[in-house]
T-cell receptor
Framework: GDSVTQMEGPVTLSEEAFLTINCTYT??????LFWYVQYPGEGLQLLLK?????DKGSNKGFEATYRKETTSFHLEKGSVQVSDSAVYFC?????????????FGQGTELSVKP | GAVVSQHPSRVICKSGTSVKIECRSL??????MFWYRQFPKQSLMLMAT?????????EQGVEKDKFLINHASLTLSTLTVTSAHPEDSSFYIC???????????????FGEGSWLTVV
């Protein structure tokens, strides 16, 4: 079945460092890809998304490009802040085959130190 | 924008009792809602898919009689944890798929989640 694999955490960075969180997927159809963020004690928030190959999702300085050839959707940010400390989840959905249910990666905890 | 509300956000109950969690879409109709469970420091696992007016579809390994799901209207789905035990303590989160918006996958909205503690 479809699946999502993320790099293991925790990831610890200093403020203003460059961030990459790797995400790869396997899917039989044509999935949409997402990054969600979960701040401590809170629910999930959609960070960005891409619905087809070569699309780039971006929000709050974060970016991710849907790469079909490498089945990847890596999350990047040029300069992280302490407030970016959270758990990041990569996810996919194939609405045609799965009706909208999301398949999540295991999550990557990011800790940004001042 | 679209909002999905869950209630209660935190609940503590005694072992053996039942607890109900509500998931409401506040400004859109949702024919399909999803219930996930998240253990501490782990990912979200889909428990069941809730379809308005029909029985929920449960994922493998999820006890139907323990986790009762009712999707009585286009804006409300409920998850009832029956005869709760401490191992049911977890973070439960719902998502709702908007009725309109096509199949681009960008019409799925999450609730804030509900922390359940069974003592």
């Amino acid at each position: 079945g479809d699946s999502v694999t993320q790099m293991e955490g925790p990831v610890t960075l200093s403020e203003e460092a460059f961030l990459t969180i790797n995400c790869t997927y396997t899917a039989t159809g044509y999935p949409s890809l997402f990054w969600y963020v979960q701040y401590p004690g809170e629910g999930l928030q959609l960070l960005l998304k891409a619905t087809k190959a070569d699309d780039k999702g971006s929000n709050k300085g974060f970016e991710a490009t849907y790469r079909k050839e490498t089945t990847s959707f890596h999350l990047e940010k040029g300069s992280v802040q302490v407030s970016d400390s959270a758990v990041y989840f990569c996810a996919l959905t194939d609405v045609y085959n799965q009706g909208g249910k999301l398949i999540f990666g295991q999550g990557t905890e990011l800790s940004v130190k001042p | 924008g679209a909002v999905v509300s869950q209630h209660p956000s935190r609940v503590i109950c005694k072992s053996g009792t039942s607890v109900k969690i509500e998931c409401r879409s506040l400004d859109f109709q949702a024919t399909t809602m999803f219930w996930y469970r998240q253990f501490p420091k782990q990912s979200l696992m889909l428990m069941a898919t809730s379809n308005e007016g029909s029985k929920a579809t449960y994922e493998q390994g999820v006890e139907k009689d323990k986790f009762l799901i009712n999707h009585a209207s286009l804006t409300l789905s409920t998850l009832t944890v029956t005869s709760a035990h401490p191992e049911d303590s977890s973070f439960y989160i719902c998502s709702a798929r908007a009725l309109s918006g096509g199949y681009s996958g960008n019409t799925i909205y999450f609730g804030e989640g509900s922390w359940l503690t069974v003592v």
